[in-house]
């Protein structure tokens, strides 16, 4: 017996929205505080405690939505899901089920060279749950509610995608879209971003669907190819077997490398959802798309453009830096300061990705600011600094706040001009100590000088220009 | 002493502005009553002696310091409040009558409670009430019922029966309480003295712990109209925090009190005096129709329809709602947790069978049920069709009438443990009022009668929404032709 | 309508209620005679009537993007039944 499988995929995909608080009371959404710190009546589900909406993060969901082609629901309501779980501090989740603020939506994403469209099926606002921490030592586990509120717009797809490529393709483009508009920063790894699998399998040329499963718990693109390739191999298996494909959902987990199915016999997953009668309808109107549309921001293919008409990049970088807002944003920032594009493109495609490759950091993760990085590079062609000097600096800096690169090198004495009687004096030294590189020099073999600047360097400690200190010898010398 | 337990709450807040009587003294006096009376009523849960005592020295001060700089404080400064148990008191137990609650002391006060505060009361206490609010006869608490101050072998009614008891006990000029499908307007029914339920949105929720939210709210229970709309003065606001909060809400009630009906178009519906109407409140309620007549108001009897259709979908409603609302109960946060337990869920489970009483459980089982998968649609999305059919007939009938007026309940109070046994006969004795609350209406329920028992009758005003001021000027009209006995505890 | 021992403990999950036998037999009767009182809605022909969630006009409430709550953590724990500087403590949630 020979089957042929056809995968079919469908995502539902979490986002964390970046606003300052939470969805319903003033509490901050920062993250790193103290457990519970970050809490009130409202997001601990205080008995009276009453939600009330967050402006930004309506603002924030049609922006998404139209940014993904949805239709805007006029009318929208938030509904209760209601469900027992010590994360949830009311033990309802305000989310929307019945009229969601998006709808109908598609993006177009592209698989070696093949473009299609994943739809959309809706985009609805919803509250995060708080943590829960579990203490291996004894038989407890322990509530935070610092995450409990937190918004989140929650992008159910159309069960549109047939591949693991497929799914990276769409996660991709849902996180660029969302990262160029600011709405969020969508990190897989902390959870500002989370996919969810739904997955099912049925026979190559049917038009119906199998039973799927939903996989929770996916922190990086590599789990997501991982668990779907191991799913597809598990729902297979019990195909060939003939056995059943049971609907639930399953936790994947990382470290093993398999998924287990997480619910008991207590969940009855019947959540009775109904309209929050605490919250009121919201209407949008059309001023409100309006001006939401208005600042919109230059999307990646927008600046794609741009970046070859303006700054003429080969289109390698380009593709490269747009691929991450937050080095767009630099770039563009610092042509705004008055840098050349292509030099500070050197720095983003060069310094700037190998140390993010070799440390594993994220580009939303990178710290310095484009005025720092013009002033960087205005200290190196001034020669203020060396090459090497210079990429000693960027490496602090990428990796801290706000380090202002004309003070660090001042602070710690790095500048080539530093003391130019020192270096003088250095020169003068070097040439006593290398009469057999004088000599070769003299004698016509340049090259030799190189001997001599060498131990400038040394004796300097890089704190001066290799070009500069040529031109003293030679001015010496000849 | 006992004179001073007399007056209205206006009465006294003048007396204690003039400087006649302290805050002191009138504090002082209510919790004598307090000691003396509740042993027979038990109409307090809390009571705060050595904070009222302390709050009114300051209230003393303030308004002295006030008078010595010529300006003029709340009428109802200085003046002692009871507060019904399901509205937050920072740092004061808010138990809702619930062993689910009992020891719960919230960090945060309610709107509501937080203007009275603003506007000098000072807090004698919290009262008794129907376990969750849901009950009609305050017998549903906890921590036992609450007695009719006209008969001790008869309920005050509910489920705010503490705080309609306590007024009409002598024990508070005034209390507050909360009404979600009757619960102001029917125990202020029962123990003689008067209620008003706001429209929705014009009282803040915020701090009122949940029953139905879409129905719930707080408001005013005391001797007279007057001390009504002087309380609904200060419980008006625009509150940021509720998102059903009304911005226009804040106004002057007093204004409304002129003892004129002259013009006023007032609506009797038939089908509010039909089968199960108790003869004696009948004929209270028609005779205080026949009063306002000969006030000068145009009284005519219409059909208001959809009045059979209102219990069936009020309990679906308020019981869906309260399922959600009171899930937040589960033994982790706050309040009652079990014992001993195996698990998670083992935890929840005991924890909410033991910290619930029956009719709270009984209400959260039916909730769940309406609103779960499959029954969705044929109970709880029906009953909220129904909803807005019953907020047209009383569209229709407001385009025609400037109040309606009825009966607040079929009986007078009942014997104590008469109706618990069978839930559906309790449930019909808030015929008249729970409509009130889907529509989202104001009601006024202030006395017009007594029955052959001496027990005291209630009249219900109705208004469109946000048309207070036509029925407190209707009731204040009326009680300027009635007088009210006290009952003699 | 009949309610069965089946939809009493399918409903005990859904609301975390745990009923004795004496419990479940009047829970049955009670919800059956209230389901049957309520069914008296079917009389009416409500088709075309919109579902009123919400009774009043009153749309678009919002509040400002703005940090108003500060760290009120110790106040909130007061009330928890069990709880250390971690947080609520609830029986183990996960293996
Ligand atoms: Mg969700
Ligand atoms: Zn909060």
Redesign the interface.
Known sequence: MSKEFEVVIGLEVHVELN???KIF????TAFG?????????VC???????????????HKAIAVGLATNCNITRNS?FD?K?Y???DN????QISQLYYPICRDGKVEIEVNGEKKFVRIHEIHMEEDAGK????EWN???????NRSGVPLIEIVSEPDMRSADEVIAYLSKLRETIQYLGASDCKLNEGSMRADVNLSLREKGSEEFGTRTETKNLNSFTAIRHSIENEIARQSDLILAGEKVVQETRRWDDVKGYSYPMR???D?Q?Y????D???????VTDEMIDSIKAEEPEFRAEKKIRYKEEYDLPDYDIDQITAEKKMADILDEGVKLGGDPKKISNWLMGETMRLMKETSTDATDLKFSADNLVKLIKLNESKEINNAVAKEVFEKAVFSDNLDPEKYVADNGLSTKADAGELEAVVKKAIDANPKAVEDYKAGKKKAVGAIVGFVMKEMKGKCDPGTVNQMISSILD | MSDIMKLTAVELGSKIAAGEISSVEATKASLDAIGNKDKKIHAFVTVDTEGAIKRAEEMDKLIAAAKAEGKTLSPLAGVPIAIKDNMNVSGMLTTCSSKILGNFVPTFTSTAVQNMIDAGVVIVGKTNMDEFAMGSTTETSYFGPTYNPYDLTRVPGGSSGGSAASVAADEVPMALGSDTGGSIRQPASFCGVTGIKPTYGRVSRYGLIAYGSSLDQIGPIAKDTRDCAAMLSVLASHDPKDSTSYEKSADNFMDALIPDVKGMKIGIPRDYFGEGLDEDVKTSVLAAAETLKSLGAEVEEFDLGMVEYAIPAYYIIACAEASSNLERFDGVKYGYRTAEFTDLHNMYKKTRSEGFGAEVKRRIMLGSFVLSSGYYDAYYVKALRVKNLIKQAFDKAFEKYDVILGPVAPTTALKCGESLSDPIKMYLGDIYTVSVNLAGLPGISTPCGYDKNGMPVGLQLLGQVFEEKKILRAAYAFESTFTRKSAEI | MTITDETIEYVGILAKLELNDEEKEAAKKDMSEMLDYVNKLNELDVSGVEPMSHSFPITNVMREDEVTNGDDSENMLKNAPEKTENGYVVPKTFA
Do not use: W
């Not at chain 1, 601990?44 to 309506?58: A, D, H, I, R, Y």
């Open positions: 606003t300052k608080t009371c003033g509490c901050s505080g103290a457990p519970n710190t970050h809490t009130c009546p601990t589900g205080m008995p009276g405690s009453l939600p009330v909406l967050n402006k930004e993060v309506l309501k209760r209601n027992f779980y010590p501090p009311q033990n309802y829960l921490v579990h203490d038989e407890n586990s322990y509530v935070d509610f008991s016999k207590e009855a019947d009775r959802y109904f309209p009668p605490d919250l009121v309808p919201i209407i």
